[in-house]
């Protein structure tokens, strides 16, 4: 390890204090719905915010700015009970966030004010590097705030990705934990405020379906089946618990409590379940069933209002760059190509005999790349993706410095939500490390979860990927904890698509086949720049889009199904992936071009990890900065 001490210390140059949590990205709604401010709350205001009289006591413009950048992220927490437990805190533990547009409007007003308030704080030329570059983040967060805000209703409630329906239970089952007949309690205390906090959802989404914002006729189905596999179940059916039922009584019974006060609490849930959980869940699926027949089968952004501005700002969100969707279709189709030709030479290699297209079928129907269709298949490729971390956690010192403080598990997603939950997705560790992190890998169909794709995805969501990367930034001692939550799509997934290439130069993917997944997960990325852009700006449908993966990729068609279906839902991210993995590589070659000899990979990531998540026009200047003082 060559400097890397002096690096960080010149990155960080006395700009900021030590901040150490961190966790998922925060609800976008923030106040307690509907009550009071407790004494909990009011505690969080008074022990963790710094009056911005006491931050003009600060001797440096650094020290200042660091004070108000705590009094605002505190001031935010305090706002939004459902951030306090993603932090691993307790406080409001039985309420929800407020899910009004009044809600939304008062924090915007906030934000967009904390802005003036900072540039009137500190002198931004008498920053040191690290902190001038926080000045940036936060102005840089308060414009993208700016430019969607007119857009803020465009997205849907209730859809198959990231709709209330299935998330909710999910932050209970996943962030709420109990160790204490006063967490339980808490639990309970937010069953029962699950009709209002759904009845505020539902609200939204009649309002948003009035202005002409609604999904698909399809995505409808996958919400209905959401609402059955959360009511299936006792205390609403016959047969075994329900996962709500499930998961709260699998935390009481861990609790070491006396077997009447066991009791006790699972009746209090089962009644919250019965008199607030399933009317809620009723009335959103009436709903439902009522609204479908007044959705259309567009799929893209375009129908909307004003859809081709929305669609303009939601690249420009998700690249941090002033690409065009002309322009990111022309790159994805280039990419497609050039990854084709690197598949033709593994091709060559495993033998097979027949055209890509053939060798596509190969891939997708040869059942030695699929693991049984029952839970032995199941936990075979959870064993196996655990085993592959492992195996590369003792290879990490050969490419890194630093390495994450949490732990890393893999888990299945849970039943009531895979049919419609992607394919994999990571899940940031607790500040206080009360809560690992987590990859999700989704089972519902083995037949999605080729095993030539293994490698690659777990790389991707664990190690070196979004577990290296998340982790060690809540876990940065320098760096405000906003810029920890800072949502950089093209950072944060370029940065895993990254980190599937990486593995292949320091040794893995041996197996052809493993190494023909990795590059099938990259095609995958490249591919997505063509439909996502496709959808959204160019009115391909869902079945041509859908066409266009199963021809150009060798993954099953239910995967492309369910890509597909994603990508309208959320227009523009996929795009980030590929463009963010290109800028890196970019970024990269660069520096080993400049630094020639005195080029270290390990110190290069240490930049790319060093300030959390950021544009990639910051990170390239992260980059510029480290190999001219290298190079120096």
């Not at 040794?507 to 959808?535: C, I, K």
Request: hydrophobic share 40%.
């Amino acid at each position: 390890m060559r400097n890397t001490i002096s690096i960080f210390a010149l990155l960080f140059a006395a700009a900021c204090v030590s901040n150490t949590e961190t966790a998922e990205t925060p609800p976008s709604t923030i106040s307690p719905a509907g009550v009071k401010k407790s004494a909990a709350s009011a505690h969080v205001k008074e022990e963790a915010l710094t009056s911005t009289e006491e931050i003009m006591d600060f001797a440096s413009e650094a020290e200042k700015l660091n004070a108000f950048f705590q009094e605002q992220f505190d001031a935010r927490v305090s706002r939004s009970p459902m951030f306090q437990t993603s932090l691993g805190m307790k406080t409001n533990y039985d309420k929800w966030d407020d899910t009004s547009d009044a809600a939304q409007i008062a924090e915007y007003k906030l934000e967009q004010a904390a802005v003036g308030l900072m540039e009137n704080l500190v002198d931004y030329d008498k920053l040191p590097s690290n902190a001038q570059l926080s000045y940036r983040l936060f102005k840089l967060r308060a414009k993208q705030q700016a430019d969607m805000f007119p857009y803020r209703n465009h997205g849907y409630v209730f859809d198959q990705m990231y709709g209330q329906q299935s998330r909710t239970p999910a932050f209970l089952i996943n962030q709420h934990r109990v160790t204490s007949v006063e967490d339980a309690k808490a639990y309970i205390g937010r069953l029962n405020g699950i009709k209002n906090y759904l009845n505020g959802h539902l609200s939204n989404a009649q309002s948003r379906a009035k202005d002409g914002i609604r999904p698909p006729k399809f995505v409808y189905e996958y919400v209905l089946s959401d609402i059955k596999n959360v009511l299936t179940g006792a205390p609403f059916t016959q047969g075994e618990d329900s996962p709500l039922f499930e998961d709260f009584k699998t935390k009481i019974n861990a609790l070491d409590i006396s077997g009447d006060e066991k009791l006790t609490l699972i009746m209090e849930a089962n009644a919250a379940l019965l008199t607030n959980v399933q009317p809620a869940y009723e009335e959103v699926e009436a709903w439902v069933k009522e609204d479908i027949n007044n959705a259309d089968t567009d799929d893209g952004a375009w129908k909307l209002p004003d859809g081709a501005d929305y669609y303009k700002k939601r690249l420009a969100l998700m690249t941090t760059t002033d690409m065009d969707a002309n322009e990111i279709h022309e790159l994805g189709l280039s990419e497609v190509d050039r990854i084709h030709n690197e598949m033709k030479t593994i091709m060559a290699k495993v033998g097979f005999e027949g055209d890509l297209s053939e060798f596509f079928e190969f891939m997708r129907f040869d059942p030695q790349f699929y693991y049984s269709e029952d839970e032995a298949g199941r936990s075979r490729y959870l064993a196996e993706a655990t085993e592959l971390i492992d195996v590369m956690k003792k290879a990490l010192p050969s490419a890194f410095n630093t390495f994450p403080k949490a732990d890393l598990i893999v888990k299945r997603v849970e039943p009531f939500r895979e049919k419609s939950a992607g394919k994999a997705f990571y899940q940031r560790p607790a500040p206080d490390g009360s809560r690992p992190g987590t990859y999700y890998a989704n089972l519902y169909k083995m037949s999605s979860m080729p095993t030539y794709q293994m490698e690659a995805l777990a790389y991707h969501e664990g190690i070196p990927g979004h577990h290296m990367q998340l982790a060690i930034a809540q876990e940065l001692k320098d760096v405000p904890k906003f810029r920890k939550y800072g949502r950089y799509t093209a950072y944060t997934e370029g940065w895993g698509l990254y980190t599937e290439y990486l593995p292949k130069e320091m040794g893995f993917y041996q197996d052809p086949y493993s190494d023909f997944g990795r590059l099938a997960m990259e095609l995958w990325r490249a591919a997505r720049l063509v439909v996502d852009t496709g959808l959204h700006e160019k009115k391909w449908t869902r079945e041509q889009a859908t066409q266009y993966l199963m021809t150009n990729t060798p993954n099953p068609e239910g995967d492309c199904i369910k890509a597909i279906d994603r990508y309208i839902v959320m227009p523009g991210q996929a795009t980030a992936y590929k463009i963010g993995m290109l800028k890196i590589l970019e970024l990269r070659e660069k520096a080993k071009s400049e630094l020639g000899e005195q080029f270290s990979l390990a110190d290069f990531h240490d930049i790319l990890l060093a300030s959390g998540p950021i544009p990639l026009s910051e990170l390239e200047i992260a980059i510029n900065q480290w190999i001219k003082m290298d190079a120096s």
